[in-house]
């Protein structure tokens, strides 16, 4: 069992960054693929990026981004701490909605919400115009 929560929504313009935090619990947190996701008011939710889990403890593994957020959002994790990041810089209105953590026990990257096996409780993040 995994428990996540997210941490460091808020509200900024366009243009700016925010940088949010997943922790997770347990002693098998470097074993799953990490994954964000987000959705806006009306939507579906949807992948934003993954990233492999590490094969060891003191590298990260291999990432992959939606293609709206590509070049803008860099995700991390930190095994040490149990904790993946999501890095946000220029941030647009569309990016508006909420963001959740999510882990999955597969050996890949994978960007199905049904391929994720945990989920936090989400953060807001709002971008003004």
């Known amino acids: 069992q995994v428990q996540l929560v997210e941490s460091g929504g808020g509200l900024v313009q366009a243009g700016g960054s925010l940088r949010l935090s997943c922790a997770a619990s347990?002693?098998?947190?470097?074993?799953?693929?990490m994954g964000w996701f987000r959705q806006a008011p009306g939507k579906e939710r949807e992948f934003v990026a993954a990233i492999r889990r590490s094969a060891i403890t003191w590298r990260g593994g291999d990432t992959y981004y939606a293609d709206s957020v590509k070049g803008r959002f860099t995700i991390s994790r930190d095994d040490a701490k149990n904790t993946v990041y999501l890095q946000m810089n220029s941030l647009k209105p569309e990016d508006t909605a909420v963001y959740y953590c999510?882990?999955?026990?597969?050996?890949?990257?994978?960007?199905?919400?049904?391929?994720?096996?945990?989920w936090g409780q989400g953060t807001q993040v709002t971008v003004s115009s």
């Open positions: 347990g002693r098998t947190f470097s074993r799953y693929v």
């Open positions: 999510a882990a999955a026990q597969t050996l890949g990257i994978v960007i199905g919400t049904d391929q994720y096996d945990y």
